[in-house]
């Protein structure tokens, strides 16, 4: 599959590439800083040079042909700009409804509270703090969400992790809308594990489940 993915470069993004192409998939990147990039998958990928925030760099990174797109950006609670994801969305929705690409998967938030999510204290207990203490992520994600929800006629696929860290790829995880707290815990590698799957698997079109081991 000829897919584009986005966030290159961070820690989750990284896990995306080399599970992407050691599945098989041709892979374009759009990133701002190619020395950042793996120097081993560099020669194996098409590095498109620019920034998610600029439109006509996001047309540039789907070129025709692109079957989907992985989005895997990260927001940084004091450097990134105010809806750094919802505003990349954007651009890239765009293109997917002028070109036809048919497919999105994204990474969101575990703060981020679906009508299908069994509601608890522990749930309840992650949205208050990443309200407090995340808010920059936080309000990005759900911005991001939102807009996600209003092209629901677009085929997108969401993923929604609660703490990320580093650690092997098992493989073995619960998809869903299970209960959750800031206990639960996905490492980078399973979260790609699972995104790069959803390329070919339609069982999450148009939601957004929990991802925790």
């Known amino acids: 599959m000829k897919i ?14 080399e599970q992407a192409l050691e599945a098989g998939h041709t892979v374009t990147v759009l990133v701002r800083r190619p020395n950042k990039l793996p120097p081993a998958l560099r020669d194996r990928i098409t590095v498109v040079e620019g920034d998610g925030l600029v439109a006509a760099d996001v047309a ?13 950006v990260g927001v940084d609670e004091k450097t990134s700009p105010p809806d750094l994801c919802t505003d990349v969305t954007r651009h890239i929705l765009a293109v997917m409804r002028s070109e036809g690409i048919p497919r999105l998967v994204w990474c969101g938030g575990g703060s981020n509270i679906r009508p299908e999510d069994e509601v608890t204290f522990g749930a309840r207990f992650v949205r208050w703090f990443a309200e407090i203490f995340l808010k920059h992520r936080h309000t990005d994600k759900e911005h991001q969400l939102q807009l996600l929800d209003d092209n629901a006629d677009l085929c997108w696929i969401g993923i929604r992790p609660l703490q990320m860290k580093s650690g092997p790829k ?41 991802i925790q081991y």
């Open 4 to 17: 584009t993915l986005f966030g290159a470069t961070g820690s989750l993004g990284q896990e995306c590439l």
């Open 170 to 210: 098992k493989g073995h995880y619960r998809l869903g809308y299970n209960a959750f707290s800031a206990l639960s815990s996905i490492s980078f590698a399973d979260c790609a594990h699972a995104m790069v799957k959803m390329l070919e698997d339609d069982t999450w079109v148009g939601k957004a489940p929990i």
């Open 60 to 72: 540039r990174a789907l070129p025709a042909g692109t079957e989907a797109i992985l989005f895997a």
